[in-house]
């Protein structure tokens, strides 16, 4: 995507186009009749989520998230004043598309056919400071709420470059993490059409690998983008095993955002009923093959030492000086280093993994099985799972 490129939508215009009628209007955008119901519960119990997101309603006028916060505000108690006070926001020049789209959703019933053509155009300009997905998914929201019936942006073919940037690690920039997971429930939910299809895997464990990508600091104090994200990369399939691993940590009341822009979304994903299980259970690696990358620390104390190797080299932080140069434990994961031509591989217990790695990329390695010299290859990132029925000297082919 480079600098210049401009992408104009007049969503009004597109072959199509109806707009829906205002009346018995359920929200198409993030609320879900299930969370909705949830948050009216904790509108009507008072809880310290909702409580936190008033006092922010009522006193944070200059609010970067004042449109949405609005809209969120007038779909769970049918405030009127504060729903037009959302659809005047939405009306300013320069109002951020994505909050204008949700205001579109939310405040329906409140917004004249004529505004609603006018509020439902997009453009996007897309540079290099803005993130993947941030920039398409206002416009797909305002597709969607505008009553576009056949949305541009509903074309997985649109999306396809940045759901690869996601899967090769871009999961770990949390503002584009948030904004793919926005876009993959409305497109779910309004278009049935699913972008983790053809990464299936790759999602399936990308709660543990997000949660795992955090180094010690963050895990102890996150930021509130990554706690949101987090929240929210949950509510994608609450019921998996690696989800629940992620709620533990998530849900935690520790973590609650209680001030500034976190507080709506803090309210949003916020799930308290959805099933957690300690995370301190989990086995504290995560090894992708296909993309060269580990992701790995020594326990989940907060002074543990956390590394990531990828192609691009060795991220680590608390971890000791010469921990490059012996073999060191993550959890039940055994990393070897090779700083010889050959190295000698005891067999590994049937619970635990052992790697080599400072391999060259893609490095070919020797070794002798039952008699057969078999030749094997690193990965891109010059790491090689040794297999657990295997002792003896590994060499590398020269």
Excluded at 115 to 137: G, M, S
Excluded at 152 to 174: A, E, R
Aim: glycine share 6%.
């Amino acid at each position: 995507m480079r600098l210049g490129i401009f992408l104009v939508l007049s969503i009004a215009t597109l072959n199509g186009v109806t707009f829906a009628q205002h009346s018995e209007h359920s929200p198409q955008l993030l609320l879900t009749p299930q969370r909705l119901k949830r948050l009216k519960r904790d509108h009507d119990r008072q809880t310290p989520r909702w409580i936190n997101f008033e006092e922010r309603v009522k006193n944070v006028p200059d609010s970067p998230e004042r449109g949405f916060e609005l809209a969120l505000y007038y779909a769970v108690t049918g405030d009127e004043a504060r729903g037009r006070e959302a659809v005047n926001w939405a009306q300013r020049p320069g109002s951020e598309p994505r909050q204008v789209g949700l205001i579109l959703d939310w405040c329906r019933d409140l917004i004249s056919d004529e505004e609603r053509r006018i509020l439902a155009k997009c453009v996007i300009f897309i540079t290099p400071n803005l993130p993947p997905f941030v920039p398409q998914n206002g416009c797909l929201f305002k597709e969607i709420a505008g009553g576009s019936s056949a949305p541009m942006f509903s074309d997985p073919k649109i999306w396809k470059t940045q759901i690869d940037w996601l899967v090769g690690g871009g999961f770990q920039q949390t503002e584009s993490l948030y904004a793919a997971i926005e876009t993959i429930m409305v497109l779910r939910t309004t278009q049935h059409i699913d972008l983790r299809e053809d990464v299936r895997q790759f999602f399936n464990s990308l709660p543990i690998q997000f949660l795992l990508s955090l180094k010690p600091d963050q895990v102890e104090h996150p930021d509130w983008m990554t706690h949101i994200a987090a929240l929210a990369l949950v509510s994608l399939d609450p019921n998996s095993d690696s989800s629940q691993f992620l709620q533990g940590w998530a849900i935690e009341d520790r973590q609650m955002v209680r001030e500034g822009p976190g507080v709506a979304y803090e309210l949003l994903w916020a799930d308290p009923y959805l099933p957690g299980v300690g995370y301190q259970n989990l086995d504290p690696w995560w090894y992708d093959e296909a993309s060269g990358r580990l992701l790995a620390r020594t326990n989940w104390e907060p002074d543990a030492c956390w590394i990531q190797i990828t192609t691009k080299g060795v991220e680590q932080q608390s971890c000791p000086a010469n921990w490059q140069t012996q073999t060191v434990n993550f959890g039940r994961l055994q990393l070897t280093p090779v700083t010889q031509n050959c190295v000698e591989v005891q067999r590994a217990a049937s619970n635990s993994t052992t790697f080599l790695w400072k391999l060259k990329p893609n490095q070919k390695l020797k070794y002798t099985e039952e008699k057969k010299s078999m030749t094997v290859e690193a990965d891109g990132a010059g790491l090689w799972r040794v297999p657990v029925n295997i002792e003896g000297k590994v060499c590398a082919v020269r």
